[in-house]
């Protein structure tokens, strides 16, 4: 099975099963100020999961690209990957534990064919503390599929500290069988969606971890250790739970089912291999990598490769949804990858090249992926000149770091850290550089060093999560709305030229890139500001109405992202009467305020130029 048959025989079976079948989100989320990227299927679902109609129904599935900033530092094994897609499936309070084990054990085994007694599942033990259940359903319902198949299921507790215990079913706590956005219960901010999930696990052998130097021989071994016997493909969360503002968890008002698979996973498994990077995903970047390095995908050089391949592949995705590398937001981890990728090129001797970055991307990304989400012939020419000038920077920053390198008698842990987030050197060069000197570099200062920025970084990161999702009943909403008045306002000022390039919202402020040639006057500042606060002052009625794409343009709607939108769409009219007397309609995907009253006055602070031929325009609430 190839990479594109396992994708559209993931979405036919679920089409076949009463799913609407949606394109994938972009990598960058728009107007959703509590996270940097789309790292899961579920996120972009959040509103429907909170009880928002979604304009396909209540059965939604797709293939969602997505990008996870915190596996960079895991890249290099045989399964983590930055960039991967989530084959995904939702029930939006339509079915729910049954019919989702069932489908995707089915899915696995007859249209995948894996073996189901290579199959091994996990479930939630419950919790007394936030008063949610042990999921016996989940086990029947595993133990009547498994009986079904010839195979006797048993369920264990404790497998962590007592092993497999001949067990196919296994308790876990919610580190392991809890999922959110936020991650554990204690971690989700108020208003957040979880809940209790069951995984399904690939068994590649006991050998694995019998085997004589493995580190893991002589300990238990289950489904959720590190020993690389068992593979997880796939995670079917129930999410049914709100967390409430006193930290307790309330039942959503709909039952929701939430499936993430990832598709390297399925298909390493599906080819026999544990090995992500030996699959078609990823052997056209390996094997030019080698070409380059002329070094083979053997022992040694397997860690660098697979972070080569993996960097490349998200930084072309990125570039692709709009990334440009930067100091700062999602550019800061565009830049990271590209630079990483070109240390572990020159440590494996490929030299400074800027073009080499491309060469590979273009025969192993563009090509593998081409008709799926690149245009190898359109897209070639940005994503060349993205890596290519990037690169070059990097070149002139990694001989400076060298120079820094040579300037210290002494490598220590702290010199180690500065090269590493400075210059981007990763460790290993530097122990390598300081072998070369007479030194050993002292990797448990480093560490420390890495963790103070780690932490530093993770609490930022929580702060802008918990005050983004915290607000988004309330401010961000108010937000969402002024956007589409925003765009009527300067659509009214400036012209109908005026076309949304995009926006983002936290809770303390408004940003929208607009089409425009030329800096607005203070005159015409001043009219936009006012005119929106008017149509807020006659407190408009916000509707919201599903459409036909075709039938919603044909109507005055507008959408700048019309690629991104499904056949039938939600518009959203702002306006005394919808049809006729309204001063917004616009394809949109919410939240919304019910009248423009609710917003209350806002204020125009800043209008600035984005980019050629684009400005940007900040606003406020007023006080």
Not at 149 to 171: H, L, W
Not at 260 to 283: C, M, N
Not at 385 to 410: I, N
Not at 442 to 461: G, N, P
Request: with cysteine.
């Amino acid at each position: 099975m190839t990479p594109d048959q396992l994708r559209q025989s993931y979405l036919d079976f679920f089409e076949r099963n009463g799913h609407a079948i949606v394109p994938s989100a972009p990598l960058v989320p728009e107007n959703d100020p509590t996270t940097l990227f789309t790292g899961s299927g579920m996120q972009p679902m959040v509103p429907y999961l909170l009880g928002e109609k979604h304009p396909k129904g209540t059965r939604i599935a797709d293939s969602q690209k997505c990008f996870r900033s915190q596996d960079i530092e895991e890249v290099g094994d045989n399964r983590h990957t930055t960039f991967f897609e989530m084959l995904g499936n939702w029930s939006l309070g339509d079915y729910f534990k049954k019919e989702q084990l069932r489908w995707f054990f089915t899915f696995l085994t007859k249209e995948v064919k894996l073996d189901p007694q290579k199959l091994f599942v996990t479930v939630f033990s419950g919790s007394e503390e936030l008063g949610i259940p042990r999921d016996s359903e989940s086990v029947a319902i595993w133990k009547e599929l498994f009986a079904e198949e010839g195979i006797t299921a048993t369920d264990v507790d404790n497998a962590e500290q007592n092993g497999m215990n001949n067990g196919r079913i296994f308790y876990y706590g919610e580190k392991k069988n809890w999922w959110s956005r936020s991650g554990v219960p204690a971690n989700m901010p108020a208003g957040e969606p979880g809940g209790p999930d069951s995984e399904v696990f690939y068994d590649f052998g006991a050998e694995l971890q019998l085997h004589e130097g493995s580190p893991f021989k002589d300990e238990p071994c289950h489904v959720n250790c590190d020993c690389g016997r068992f593979l997880e493909i796939g995670n079917s969360v129930f999410m049914q739970y709100q967390k409430q503002d006193d930290g307790s968890f309330k039942e959503l008002p709909q039952k929701n089912v939430d499936f993430g698979g990832g598709l390297e996973r399925i298909l390493a498994v599906a080819q026999q291999t544990q090995d992500v990077f030996e699959t078609e995903l990823f052997t056209g970047t390996i094997q030019q990598i080698e070409k380059l390095t002329a070094k083979k995908y053997e022992a040694e050089h397997k860690h660098s490769m697979r972070v080569i391949a993996d960097h490349l592949k998200a930084a072309v995705f990125l570039i692709k949804d709009g990334v440009v590398p930067s100091n700062k937001a999602q550019g800061y981890f565009l830049r990271r990858l590209i630079r990483r990728a070109t240390v572990k090129l020159h440590q494996l001797g490929a030299g400074l090249d800027p073009k080499s970055l491309f060469t590979i991307a273009d025969a192993g990304v563009l090509q593998t992926y081409d008709g799926i989400y690149f245009d190898r012939d359109q897209d070639r020419q940005l994503i060349d000149t993205v890596l290519s000038d990037e690169a070059e920077k990097f070149t002139k920053s990694l001989e400076k770091g060298l120079r820094f390198f040579e300037k210290h008698d002494v490598i220590d842990g702290k010199i180690a850290f500065d090269l590493y987030q400075t210059y981007g050197f990763p460790l290993e060069i530097t122990v390598e550089m300081a072998q070369q000197k007479g030194q050993q570099v002292d990797v448990e200062q480093f560490t420390k060093e890495f963790d103070k920025h780690k932490d530093l970084s993770r609490t930022a990161s929580a702060a802008m999560f918990k005050g983004g999702l915290a607000d988004h009943s309330e401010i961000t909403t108010k937000y969402h709305t002024a956007t589409h008045l925003l765009q009527a306002a300067l659509r009214k000022v400036l012209g109908k030229h005026v076309q949304q390039k995009g926006s983002n919202i936290t809770a303390e402020r408004l940003r929208f890139d607009f089409s425009h040639n030329q800096p607005m006057t203070a005159d015409e500042i001043k009219h936009v500001e006012q005119q929106i606060n008017d149509w807020i002052t006659a407190d408009l009625p916000v509707t919201m109405k599903l459409m036909q794409k075709q039938a919603a343009l044909d109507s005055g709607a507008i959408a700048f992202f019309l690629e991104k939108y499904p056949d039938e769409v939600s518009v959203y009219t702002i306006g005394k009467d919808a049809e006729s007397d309204w001063i917004s309609k616009e394809f949109c995907g919410g939240p919304h305020v019910s009248s423009t009253g609710v917003i209350g006055p806002i204020k125009l602070i800043k209008e600035q130029a984005s980019s050629a031929g684009v400005r940007r325009i900040y606003i406020q609430l007023a006080e």
